[in-house]
Each structure stands twice: as structure tokens, then as C-alpha cells.
């Protein structure tokens, strides 16, 4: 079963600190657990027509919330900072910072 870019990219990252790095040419995106760098690479130059230079990935744990009495948890998720080579940019992200 071959994942298409939309199931390993799942949605931009839009907090003050992802919105600082755009200035470096780095964007910050949730994507698929089991997605390795190279598949993310591959990814982003697919959706968005841009040269990745390199991906760092982040394993984020669930944060604890409680309902009353009950203790549950959020569910755990990979973030992934992409920086990009030459000057082209992501759309999507212009006119944000």
C-alpha cells in the first residue's frame, strides 16, 4: 500500500515560533507517524514544486487531560521542520510573518 503526499504531510504548523523560522526558509509541518525523512522530503517537493534541503523530525507526546475524575491523553504525533534550498518558497506561508 503506497502513501500518497496528503497522507504523509497532514496539515501546516502555524504557531509564533514556526512563523519566526520562515525568515530562514524553514516550515514546520505535522505529518504521518510512521513517515521516515525521506518520504516527507519527497512529499513536500511533491505538493508545493520545491527543493528540500533537509527535514528534522520531532516525536511529540500526547499532552494528559482530564475530564472530572478521568485522566486520558491526547494522541501522539510527529512534527517535521523542513528547510528548503534556493529561493523559491511555500506559497500557503507568504503574508503570514
Known sequence: M???AQDIV???IITEDSMERL???KYTFEVA???NKIEIAKAVEELFGVKVAK???ISV???EKRMGRSVGFRPDWKKAIVTLEGDKTIEF?????
Open 2 to 4: 503506497t502513501k500518497t
Open 10 to 12: 497532514i496539515r501546516p
Open 23 to 25: 525568515q530562514n526558509k
Open 33 to 35: 507517524k510512521d513517515a
Open 55 to 57: 527535514v528534522n523530525t
Open 61 to 63: 507526546k500526547g499532552k
Open 93 to 97: 506561508f507568504d503574508g503570514m510573518y
